[in-house]
C-alpha cells in the first residue's frame, strides 16, 4: 500500500485493556495492494503505531509517500519496527514497477485463493488446481533461495494456480549464463601453465 500521512498525527489512549498509547496517522491511500477491500484507494483512514521505538513504534514524516506493509487487525491498519515502512522515492524506479506488477498478480492469486504446498521429493503433484507445489528439486536445481526470490504461485487466466513460468525461464537463462561463464573462467585459470 502507498499511502502518504497528511500534516496531522495524533497521540491516543489505546482501547484495548494494555493502556499504552499510540501515534495514530491520518493517511491518504494511493494504492493498496493487498489487504483492504477494492475500493479503498483514495480514502483516508488511520494507521496506528506504538508511541515509542522502544515499543516497535514507528515515525513517518509528513506529506511523504511510503510503501508500508502493515498488518490489518480489526479493521485496524497498525505498523510497527516489524513490519516495512519504505519511502517511496527511495525505491529504484525497476522496483517500483516490479512492486506494481507483480503486486497485481499476487491480489489476484489471493482472489483466486492460490496455496503453496511443500513437498521433499521430486515427483510430487499438487493435489488442487488452487496449488503450487514446491519441491526438494527446485532447490537442487537452481540452488538454495532462487525459487525463493524469482517466483510466485499465480493464477492464470483460467483460475489455476501455477508457478510464474517466465520468470523461471528467464532467471535460469540467466543463473546458467552466469555458472557457463564461472566454469569458463574456471576451466581457462586451470588450463594456465
Not at 496531522?8 to 494504492?31: A, M, N, P, Q, W
Not at 513490519?83 to 529504484?92: A, F, G, N, Q
Not at 504461485?153 to 494456480?161: E, F, K, L, P, Q
Request: glycine content about 6%.
Amino acid at each position: 500500500m502507498v499511502p502518504t500521512p497528511p500534516t496531522r498525527e495524533v497521540i491516543i489512549r489505546d482501547e484495548s485493556k494494555t493502556g499504552l498509547e499510540h501515534r495514530r496517522y491520518r493517511i491518504k491511500i494511493h494504492k493498496i495492494f493487498k489487504g483492504f477491500k477494492a475500493g479503498t484507494d483514495k480514502e483516508k483512514l488511520y494507521l496506528y503505531s506504538a508511541m515509542d521505538e522502544a515499543l516497535c513504534g514507528v515515525k513517518l514524516a509528513n506529506r511523504k509517500t511510503y510503501l508500508i506493509i502493515g498488518t490489518v487487525s480489526n479493521g485496524r491498519l497498525t505498523v510497527s519496527l516489524c513490519d516495512r515502512v519504505i519511502p517511496w522515492k527511495t525505491l529504484p524506479r525497476i522496483e517500483r514497477r516490479n512492486i506494481k506488477k507483480n503486486m497485481k498478480l499476487a491480489t489476484s492469486s489471493c482472489e483466486v485463493g492460490c496455496k503453496v504446498t511443500s513437498c521433499p521429493w521430486e515427483d510430487c503433484l499438487p493435489k488442487s488446481r488452487k496449488e503450487c507445489t514446491w519441491t526438494g528439486e527446485m532447490e537442487r536445481a537452481y540452488g538454495v533461495g532462487f525459487y525463493r526470490e524469482n517466483v510466485m504461485c499465480v493464477a492464470d487466466r483460467r483460475g489455476d494456480c501455477n508457478w510464474n513460468v517466465g520468470a523461471i525461464k528467464k532467471q535460469s537463462k540467466k543463473h546458467r549464463r552466469r555458472r557457463h561463464n564461472h566454469q569458463d573462467g574456471r576451466n581457462a585459470h586451470h588450463s594456465l601453465p
